[in-house]
């Protein structure tokens, strides 16, 4: 059996060889592996932002039902087994390396071996059919028609959290162009729920998608939501007759409540049992990182994974909610629209510190510093991060993290040597 160790060695070298365009490798891997998607009850879940948040919300309550729930999301924050999730918990080390003990041989079976992200979505459907899980949550990386993860047959929902400008560069630089890579995880008489703007050319694709694959269609619906609350210790609502909290304080979030009461709805009409009780508990109890996550109170510190336009919008309607200014730590990747972020965030921003997320796709700190009005560029990630936080200690403002998720760890890294 592998150890942990050799499991990641494994998938460093299945690194190497980049990512490769189509879903021959990874279908003929499932196949090898006895195609175990098709045989879970599969909640498929696309979309440009709100992925994360609105599988964790989901998970949550559907364990508070008592559904045995997998959930696999992307990108992993603090490692390789954060990946994956069982009714909300981490898998454990020793877990994953059970499981890649058994993917190895097969892999290495293959004339065309698969790549990393192939191998980590084979690993999350043969986990959750090995646990016994009644539903797994499985988020795409990145588009959805040719995304790894798109090897199921038969998914009990699929979901489009919503059609934004990302990854261009592969998708398309267009609404429809992006929305048709989305749609690609619609399947034939399979149920899909949309939780996106209807006025404009994304939706028509999605649509078209639907009915040509006569598949039912759904769409957000805020009718039963009203008496919403904001703050930083989370936002309540009532839905229907039931007063809901979450301590996810991003203003966004209400629109990720909206789309887990709205897939809940669909999913009791499928077969499942969810009652309102299940979901004001689930929600209550839903944790999920770097979504305007409170790090530190003593300077206020926090993290936010906003990192394409649509998502510093929702950035910015948040901090508007809460600070009159900030302290700005931002590091994003290169291919980001990243010259618009100055107008986008300018007037809350007391001092912007860029920073190089530890990526090779990542933006160098000068270029971004030159973007905005009054900035620091800092080469050394942990200094920009040292310097960032001494200041907004020192002016008493909030300090707030953005950009990529991959600079998560690094973060939480050197904020926790800070305070020791």
């Not at 932002?49 to 039902?65: E, R």
């Not at 795409?140 to 919503?162: Q, R």
């Not at 694709?205 to 008496?227: C, G, M, T, W």
Request: glycine share 8%; aromatic share 10%.
């Amino acid at each position: 059996m592998a150890d942990f160790k050799q499991a990641c060695d494994y998938l460093k070298i299945a690194s190497s060889r980049g990512s490769k365009l189509g879903l021959e490798r990874v279908v003929g891997l499932m196949e090898l592996l006895g195609n175990p998607q098709n045989k879970l009850k599969v909640i498929h879940v696309a979309g440009t932002n709100g992925k994360g948040s609105f599988c964790a919300m989901l998970s949550s309550v559907l364990t508070q039902a008592g559904y045995k729930t997998g959930s696999f999301n992307t990108p992993a924050l603090t490692g390789i087994t954060d990946y994956f999730r069982i009714d909300g918990k981490e898998i454990s080390e020793d877990k994953f390396a059970e499981i890649m003990t058994e993917i190895i041989p097969v892999c290495e079976s293959m004339e065309e071996k698969p790549t990393e992200f192939e191998i980590i979505s084979a690993a999350a459907y043969l986990l959750f059919y090995r646990e016994k899980c009644d539903i797994a949550i499985i988020e795409c990386c990145m588009g959805g028609d040719t995304d790894a993860t798109n090897t199921i047959e038969k998914p009990i929902l699929s979901i489009i959290t919503n059609v934004q400008k990302d990854h261009t560069a592969f998708l398309g630089d267009t609404l429809p162009k992006i929305a048709s890579h989305k749609a690609g995880v619609i399947k034939s008489s399979c149920p899909v729920f949309y939780g996106g703007e209807t006025a404009c050319e994304a939706y028509d694709v999605i649509e078209s998608r639907a009915e040509k694959l006569n598949s039912p269609l759904y769409l957000q619906d805020f009718s039963d939501i009203s008496d919403i609350k904001y703050s930083l210790d989370g936002i309540s609502l009532e839905y229907k007759d039931t007063e809901i909290h979450t301590g996810l304080s991003g203003a966004y979030q209400v629109s990720n409540i909206a789309n887990v009461l709205n897939c809940i709805s669909i999913l009791n009409k499928c077969g499942l049992d969810i009652s309102d009780d299940n979901i004001k508990k689930g929600l209550e109890n839903t944790k999920w990182h770097g979504r305007f996550e409170i790090l530190s109170h003593n300077p206020l510190v926090i993290f936010d994974g906003a990192h394409n336009p649509d998502g510093i919008s929702q950035a910015v309607n948040t901090i508007e909610k809460y600070f009159d200014r900030i302290i700005l730590l931002i590091g994003v990747m290169a291919d980001k629209e990243y010259k618009l972020y100055n107008n986008m965030l300018g007037k809350y921003i007391d001092t912007a510190f860029t920073v190089k997320p530890d990526n090779p796709r990542a933006l160098d700190s000068e270029i971004l510093a030159g973007t905005f009005e009054n900035a620091r560029a800092y080469p050394v990630f942990s200094e920009g991060v040292e310097k960032a936080y001494s200041y907004a200690k020192e002016k008493n403002l909030p300090l707030v993290a953005l950009g990529s998720l991959y600079m998560y760890k690094e973060f939480t890294d050197v904020l926790k040597n800070i305070k020791e």
